[in-house]
């Protein structure tokens, strides 16, 4: 076999040369030492040291090292097997390579830096072809024969050069004309883009990867021959011209690094897809065990102990401990593997295709390097025994092809499984099996024996080698109903999930990789390296609160203490009779000590850890980064979720304001992200600046920015408002913007798009759909200040798009109206919403519409913010985006919904000029806002019941409407598209802005002020008209009774008319009160107007309807009285004096 290659660089030799000889499992390189070498500088420093603080590393390029790994396995037979098989494919790769056709080993300057290129390239170890006999499931017969050849494969499919330099994120969510066209796939090389874009959109139907050569699209159908001819009627499309769509995927997988392979990973488990448990290495018996790709799957579930409660289990997927069954084929088998599998697990009310099977599309073509690719799924109960086809969670495993070929892949499975379903059709195969020493596991034998009843001898023969029972023979007779052989396949599942001790989560089935000479795939180097760094890191954590008190101390109380200062130096409200000048300088020296306060403080060991795992080379940083998230995540999840419900229960109760407070402020305190880390560079770095420019502090520090910009430049969201302290440390933000100016000058012109909206209603989830990108979802932690990120305008569409990058910033959810109530809440709601709508070109506006007094209340803030926006001369493009509307539903229902909220925005805008004296009649005059155009309304995202329901496509239908609404346009209207320069002063000049007094955004309060005063003219009016009638009927009363000497009444009948008097004053007030309060539920129950600002107020004027009453019954009784008292003494005068 070939040696590999001589490369130039000494480091990389090393690693390869490194790699002839060791096991494939996790390496100690002379690569590994430099870095360990370069940590430990780092710390070398002294306390208050910080790494060389560089972000292009002068280091070796890892990517390099990792294709030396690959090349130095050729010399190392990969995996404990070598079959004929192997052999052939060897010589056939040598015969490939001669040809030239493709350069596999190429020099180390075309392999480029690229995250996954290790990973992937030690997967695909040596053999890039080979031949291989293909017995695919149920279609293969005609095909057994058919050559693999990788590369000729990577070439159709147009992925040939991401074989080595492997696919980026950049790449794949970089925006181009392929984002927005519609155009239906016309060859191979089309099919994983479709594919990637789809999948990226969570679109369940990205497996359908036909495509439509111009040869077959030219029929259409309109042949001008009248002569018949039935021949082509019988024509089946030849499936074999098509690809399979696991060959697709396991293509992307093989060209993609680590981080793509997680993304997608992630979005084929959201779709309810399997994703790869072991990637075949195609023509080689090798794979590797994909855990780093599933290392960002969570799932939430209810296990049956659960089910009487409201509680769940949320679980990263690769840590929870589980059984699993496999599903495997011997042979061959006319009962199809994967279809049985997806009934298997699928509900009858909610069918889906998990496994790809033959009669899907594409499903029957041939597979051509996906025969070996395992692939995993799991059932996750939800708790309702109705629903439910397993109490119990369970992994799914599947491996494509027959086992015979794939002995390491059957090996592993019967390790790591608690039972082993072996699909066959012929009992002599078994005697095949039983040759083989993998019985650790219960083995189930399945299969199709038409009307024949096997062998009994044989049968007896062969249960007795395997240790079988009766119970684990599944054969399906001719006539038996396929439902109730579904029926016994669960129950046999049942059984094992239910009995079985062997559970174990994919972390530990590297350990079964390893003895098996598997490779992982975080088991390379600079995986492994940043492992290590983020271990130190969160090895330290007992408590979240005490790990930032004690290593994240600058931005707590400090922090805060600064950010009330900050807000008092402006706003000056607490000035008193103070001199302001002398009130201005003592604030600034209270300031200037909290700084060297912070300033005295040394260097955290976990943030000299953080900082020198920064410096680390792209590739380990980026690791690093994933791995503090990943643990991060986990430190958090269980704390945060209790406190969650807790906090969403309280919230819409609402009863005690100071309970929700409580909460929110513990659900801060136990939150702990890699954004704690970033903000805590923050403020070391604003402290610095107070320290004089030669301070050696403060030049360590001043590379912080760079480094930053360079994370954004990879892809990274980065803190715009810090949402704990309210407040944005606009040194820190400004520098980090001005190194990003500064890499991507002159191609600095950013497009920002802003997404708004209540708590929880899911934004981020809109723009991970939209984008592909990664915000969190409040399954692990919600959304807290804002946060931006670049998305790459791919360089032939920036003339179209006019502009280089799409900046899109996620904000945390504003507080509902209960929520809005928490004073503190509601400003910042406010200031928050008025900042990144001035920032944004478009403002994409979340809203659920079930609840319109929510919706009211947000539209408001968005609004008083719209025109804040206003005076500094922008006008933002605005969207709507109703959330959780059935694409079903009514186009009327759609157009009335448009019409009331058109209605409702103009309503309020009049409103708000009238508080702010402004002068705007429509909506549209303070934002760019088409009601045709500006509104989406999208489905539900889940389709189904999680947690087994797959992403609702109409959800992922719309959300691409919705992005190419937003990218369209573009191409003909400018929106504005502005500089990083103009961003980071529109940042500082709004934030100035909305610190100061005069912008202080209590909004809500004047227009409550505002529907307040309406609704007490009101009342007044109708309170005055009632008093006035009383007084009125008083003064008639009392001259009735003066006036008994004309009537000449006695004492006794002037008595009685009194009484009578009363009673009709008790009347008359009784009916008066009433059309009051008659009044008061009309007007409250107007869905116009500010009326819902005020419903608080009701029972204040329905008290004060019954104290006004009260009073005047009283009055009416004194002077009824008063008058009969002077009525009998004139009587009594008149009488006996
Ligand atoms: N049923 C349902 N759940 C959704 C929908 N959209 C999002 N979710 C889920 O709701 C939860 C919250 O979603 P996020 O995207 O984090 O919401 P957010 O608005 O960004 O939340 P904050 O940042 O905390 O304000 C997640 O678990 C989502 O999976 C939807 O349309 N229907
Ligand atoms: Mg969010």
């Known amino acids: 076999m070939d040696s590999p290659p001589p490369t130039t660089e000494q480091s990389s030799t090393d690693c390869c040369q490194g790699h002839q000889t060791d096991p494939p499992g996790p390496q100690s390189s002379t690569d590994d030492t430099n870095i360990q070498q370069n940590t430990t500088n780092g710390n070398d420093k002294g306390q208050r040291d910080s790494p060389p603080p560089t972000t292009e590393q002068k280091g070796r390029n890892a990517g390099n090292c990792s294709a030396d790994i690959c090349q130095g396995d050729q010399t190392d037979p ?162 074999e011209d098509m690809v399979n769509p696991l060959d697709v995927i396991t293509a992307l997988f093989l060209c993609s690094d680590g981080f793509v392979q997680q993304q997608m990973a992630l979005k084929m488990s959201m779709c309810q897809f399997p994703v790869p448990l072991l990637l075949p290495s195609c023509d080689s018996q090798q794979c590797t065990l994909m855990l780093w790709a599933m290392r960002d799957i969570v799932k939430q579930y209810r296990p049956e102990a659960l089910s009487e409660s409201k509680d769940f289990t949320e679980e990263r997927i690769v840590l929870s401990n589980l059984p699993m069954v496999s599903f495997v084929r011997l042979g061959e088998c006319s009962l199809s593997k994967s279809e049985t599998l997806n009934k298997l697990l699928s509900n009858s009310q909610q069918y889906h295709n998990i496994f790809v099977h033959h009669n899907m599309e594409c499903g029957d073509s041939p597979r051509r390097i996906s025969n070996g690719l395992t692939e995993i799924t799991w059932y996750l109960p939800c708790g309702n025994k109705n629903i439910d086809i397993f109490s119990q969670p369970v992994a799914v495993a599947n491996l494509r092809g027959d086992i015979e070929s794939f002995e390491t892949q059957y090996a592993f499975l019967c390790q790591a499984s608690a039972a082993v379903f072996v699909f066959l059709d012929k009992l002599d195969d078994l005697s095949r099996l039983s040759k083989k020493q993998h019985h650790q596991t219960q083995i189930f034998l399945v299969g199709n024996i038409g ?208 309970e929700i407070k409580q909460l929110d402020q513990q659900l801060t305190n136990s939150s702990l992200g890699t954004e704690h880390f970033f903000r805590e560079m923050g403020q070391m770095y604003e402290a610095s600046r107070f320290l004089p420019e030669t301070d050696p502090s403060r030049q360590q520090l001043k590379y912080l920015p760079e480094l930053c910009a360079q994370l954004l430049m990879d892809g990274f969201p980065f803190e715009l408002v810090d949402g704990d302290a309210s407040n944005i440390p606009l040194q820190w933000v400004s520098d980090v913007l001005s190194q990003l100016n500064e890499i991507v000058s002159p191609k600095n012109k950013i497009l920002v798009v802003t997404v708004l909206g209540v708590q929880s209603t899911g934004k981020s989830t809109l723009l991970n759909t939209m984008f592909g990108v990664q915000f969190a979802v409040s399954c692990g932690r919600c959304t807290r200040g804002a946060f931006m990120l670049l998305i790459k305008v791919h360089e032939e569409f920036k003339t179209v798009l006019n502009c280089d990058f799409i900046v899109i910033i ?17 400003d910042y709601d406010n200031k ?9 070109n478009i403002t994409i ?68 000029a009238q508080t702010d004296q402004k002068e705007c009649k429509s909506f549209s005059d303070i934002m760019e806002y088409n009601p045709n155009t500006g509104n989406f309304f999208i489905p539900g995202l889940w389709n189904g019941n999680p947690p087994m329901a797959p992403v609702n496509v109409g959800y992922s239908e719309a959300v691409y409407e919705l992005k190419k609404s937003l990218i ?28 100061h007094e005069n912008l202080l955004l209590s909004f809500r309060d004047s227009l409550e002020t505002v529907a307040h005063n309406r609704l007490r003219t009101e009342f007044e009016d109708w309170d005055n008209k009632f008093i006035n009638e009383v ?77 006004d009453r009260q009073g005047l019954e009283k009055l009416v009784n004194t002077r009824l009285q008063m008058a009969e008292d002077i009525a009998l003494k004139r009587y009594y005068r008149q009488n006996y004096v």
């Open 78 to 239: 990969p995996g404990p097997q070598s079959s004929t098989d192997d052999t052939n494919s060897q010589q056939n790769t040598t015969n490939e390579r001669d040809k030239g056709q493709m350069d596999f080993s190429s020099s180390k300057t075309e392999q480029g830096s690229n995250a996954g290129d290790c990973a992937a390239n030690r997967c695909q170890g040596d053999q890039m072809k080979g031949s291989q006999s293909l017995t695919d499931d149920t279609n293969s017969q005609e095909n057994t024969t058919n050559e693999i050849n990788l590369e000729s494969f990577l070439k159709d499919l147009g992925l040939e050069q991401h074989y080595r330099k492997k696919l980026s994120l950049q790449n794949i969510l970089q925006i181009d004309k392929k984002t927005i066209d519609d155009e239906p796939a016309k060859c191979k090389s089309h099919l994983p883009w479709h594919f990637l874009k789809k999948l990226m959109m969570v679109n369940v139907t990205a497996r359908n990867v036909k495509y439509d050569s111009d040869k077959n699209s030219n029929d259409d159908g309109m042949s001008e021959n009248t002569e018949l001819d039935f021949n082509d009627l019988f024509d089946v499309a030849n499936s």
């Open 451 to 658: 009307d024949k009843f096997p062998d009994v001898t044989f049968l007896n023969q062969v249960t007795k080698t395997l240790g079988l029972t009766k119970n684990n023979l599944l054969f399906k007779k001719n006539q038996e109903n396929y439902a109730n052989f579904i029926k016994r396949l669960r129950e046999a599942v049942s059984k094992v999930i239910s009995k079985t001790e062997r559970k174990m989560s994919i972390e530990q089935m590297a350990n079964i990789a390893h003895e098996l000479r598997i490779w992982v795939d975080e088991d390379f180097p600079e995986c492994q390296t940043a492992k290590q760094h983020a271990d130190a890191i969160t090895a330290e954590i007992q408590d979240t609160l005490t790990f930032k008190e004690e290593q994240l101390p600058l931005q707590g109380q400090i922090w805060k203490e600064l950010t009330s200062l900050e807000k008092e130096e402006f706003r000056l409200q607490k000035l008193g009779s103070e001199n302001i000048e002398k009130r201005k300088s003592d604030l600034k020296e209270k300031i200037d000590t909290l700084r060297q306060n912070q300033n005295s403080k040394d260097f955290s060991n976990a943030m000299k850890s953080f900082i020198t795992a920064l410096s680390l080379p792209q590739i380990e940083r980026n690791y690093f980064l994933k791995w503090m998230q990943i643990y991060l995540d986990d430190v958090s999840r269980i704390k945060l979720s209790e406190l969650r419900d807790l906090y969403e229960e309280k919230r819409k109760s609402s009863e005690n304001k100071e």
């Open 810 to 826: 996620d904000t945390e959810g504003l507080k509902s109206l209960e929520g809005a109530q928490l004073n503190k809440n509601r």
């Open 832 to 840: 928050l919403a008025t900042l990144v709508v001035g920032m944004s």
């Open 845 to 912: 506006t979340n809203l659920a519409t079930e609840n319109l007094t929510e919706m009211k209340d947000i539209l408001q803030i968005v609004l008083h913010a719209f025109l804040r926006v206003r005076e500094i001369d922008k006008k933002p493009k605005c969207i709507f985006v109703h959330q959780n509307v059935s694409s079903a539903a009514a186009h009327e229902k759609n157009t009335q919904a448009q019409d009331h909220l058109l209605k409702l925005l103009n309503e309020l805008t009049q409103t708000i």
């Open 968 to 995: 369209q346009p573009m191409e003909n209207v400018d929106f504005g598209a502005y500089s990083i320069c103009k961003f980071q002063s529109c940042l500082k000049i709004l934030w100035d802005a909305i610190k």
């Open 1031 to 1107: 007084k009125q009927w008083i003064t008639d009363a009392e001259t009735k009774i003066s006036n008994r000497k004309s009537n000449n009444l006695t004492k006794s009948e002037t008595k009685k008319l009194v009484k009578a008097l009363k009673k009709t004053a008790t009347i008359m007030l009784s009916d008066g009160e009433r059309k009051i309060l008659d009044n008061l539920t009309q007007y409250f129950s107007q869905t116009e107007g500010l009326v819902h600002l005020v419903t608080g107020y009701r029972e204040n004027y329905e008290k004060k309807v019954k104290k």
